[in-house]
């Protein structure tokens, strides 16, 4: 099933079609229990998100991630390694990047592996060190100037 999770609009009016489930919106713990469960993780932004925290949280658990070439998803997801990248907007794209994680499993194990090891790369021990290191050289620069 595609499960979606997130706010929806009355004036949408939404067509579903069999095998889709529509959560609407939820409590962050019961999004990342479900997203745990996922085969891949779609992040469809039309818009330059700076920073996709959709995107590392799906990361963080091993999940692939789908998403739109823009933004601050650019630089999060690689492209075949942890994840698959389609031009914004491009609904036939997206629909073909669900299908082959769907449709390959080696592909989908493959990208998961990718997943955890770039989900590391936002963990807090990870990330903490290198804000620290760049306090430190603009200290030194501001002492040597």
């Given at each position: ?7 929806t609009?009355?004036d949408?009016n ?11 919106r939820?409590?962050h713990d019961e999004?990342?229990a479900t ?10 932004s039309?818009?330059e998100?700076?920073f ?5 949280e799906?990361l963080?658990?091993g999940?692939?991630?789908i998403?739109?070439r ?5 630089d999060i997801v690689?492209d075949?390694?942890?994840g ?5 907007g491009?609904a036939p794209?997206l ?8 449709d390959?499993?080696a592909?989908a194990?493959?990208?998961?592996d990718?997943?955890?090891?770039r989900?590391s790369d936002?963990?807090a021990?990870?990330?903490?060190t290198?804000?620290?290191?760049a ?6 620069l501001?002492?040597?100037?």
């Amino acid at each position: 099933a595609l499960v979606l999770i997130g706010r929806t609009f009355p004036d949408e009016n939404l067509r579903v079609p069999p095998g889709v489930v529509i959560l609407g919106r939820r409590a962050h713990d019961e999004v990342l229990a479900t997203l745990g469960g996922a085969v891949c993780s779609v992040v469809p932004s039309v818009w330059e998100e700076p920073f996709g925290i959709v995107a590392i949280e799906a990361l963080a658990l091993g999940i692939p991630v789908i998403a739109s070439r823009i933004g601050g998803l650019a630089d999060i997801v690689e492209d075949g390694v942890s994840g698959l990248m389609v031009p914004p907007g491009d609904a036939p794209a997206l629909a073909a990047a669900m299908r082959r994680i769907v449709d390959d499993p080696a592909l989908a194990a493959r990208l998961a592996d990718g997943a955890r090891r770039r989900g590391s790369d936002y963990a807090a021990s990870q990330v903490i060190t290198r804000v620290e290191a760049a306090y430190a050289r603009a200290r030194d620069l501001a002492r040597a100037t």
